[in-house]
């Protein structure tokens, strides 16, 4: 029996998703230790207002121009990388390619990232086995119901691009950037708050 104990041991591992944006308060599908929940001691990562989604909102993502700030994790209800990045890709709506992983035992990363040492400076003082975050590139085009781009928007002009927006677009874009963690205080949320005076919801 110890040697299944052993075994169990050593196949199942504590996998840590990481938070910064919707997944916070929007976990859908997301499969997490809810009893834990979610921590906000996560890794320093530069993180930015910078993808424009299907829905016309201007939302939170890894980005070489972002902000370093201290993101949110919770611990995956799975215990193998695998099931956890299908879970975590069902609840982005992405494919699993769009999903970032870095597992400690073999100290190998799925994708050659910039912010590397952030994820190593962290998970090398925590009990994590591996760690996951959606890795979904910055986006200003777009698009049509059709998929063909159909506006291309300049990253310096995003304030205005949401200025413009209006309806349900526009409050959907404004309950995003409010529900944001105060503590996601990026250089853009600033400017946002004191333009169009979108400051967090409590």
């Known amino acids: 029996s110890w040697f299944l104990h052993l075994f169990i041991q050593l196949t199942t591992m504590k996998i840590a998703i990481l938070g910064w944006g919707s997944l916070l308060w929007q976990p859908k599908d997301l ?4 009893e834990t929940g979610w921590s906000e001691n996560g890794p320093m990562l530069p993180i930015e207002f910078a993808r424009i989604s299907k829905d016309g909102r201007l939302t939170l993502v890894i980005s070489p121009k972002g902000t370093e700030v201290k993101t949110y994790f919770a611990i995956s209800s799975y215990e193998t990388i695998e099931e956890a990045v299908l879970n975590l890709a069902v609840r982005e709506g992405s494919g699993r390619k769009q999903i970032g ?3 400690r035992s073999t100290d190998t990363f799925s994708h050659d990232v910039f912010f590397k040492n952030n994820i190593l ?6 009990d994590i086995d ?3 975050w959606t ?5 200003w085009e ?11 928007i300049v990253p310096d ?13 526009r409050a959907s874009a404004e309950e995003y950037i409010r529900r944001t963690p105060a503590q996601i205080k990026t250089h853009y949320r600033s400017l946002i708050e004191k333009e169009l005076n979108w400051k967090p919801i409590l």
């Open 135 to 139: 890795n979904l590139p910055e986006n």
């Open 157 to 169: 002009e995003r304030i205005d691009y949401l200025k413009k927006l209006g309806g349900n677009k």
């Open 101 to 103: 992983s870095y597992k």
């Open 130 to 132: 591996a760690v996951i």
């Open 142 to 152: 777009i698009k049509n119901e059709k998929g063909e781009v159909i506006e291309t």
């Open 31 to 34: 499969q997490f230790k809810k």
């Open 121 to 126: 400076d962290w998970i090398n003082n925590t």
